[in-house]
């Protein structure tokens, strides 16, 4: 393995946190409150786990361009440029959803997930299709 196969790595963790998002939201709206705490804390340490590995591919490989010149480009920046962006900012708001959870305060929470949610689950889809078009088209 090297530091290249990372990439591939960081889709995969991206991929595992949407299912688990999805897996929580679903639970949480059958009201299975211990089965969706355990893919929520799956998702944050599936997310976790894609920052670190992350910041060590970028660290080793620098940035990768898009290297096409066609159709896609645009396409590959409309969906790159919000992708960056939300990611960088809810990372704070992850952490502040934990942190009412854990203290039980489920009515922030709730409040914060509502529109948390559907954002990390753009970032974590988006994560894949940037990887796709970045690496395989």
Known sequence: MTFRDLAT?????????????TFGFVNIKRRRRDTHRRFMVAAVITSALFLISYSIYHSQ????????H???????????IPHVTLAGLMV???????WHALHSRFDRHKRITRWLWPVWMFVSASGVVVYVMLYHL
């Open 92 to 98: 704070p708001f992850i952490v502040l959803a934990l």
């Open 61 to 68: 490989v620098g940035s990768v361009p898009y290297a096409r």
């Open 9 to 21: 790595l960081n889709a995969c963790l991206n991929l595992a946190s949407a299912a688990f998002l």
């Open 70 to 80: 066609d159709w896609t480009r645009p396409l590959y920046f409309t969906i790159l």
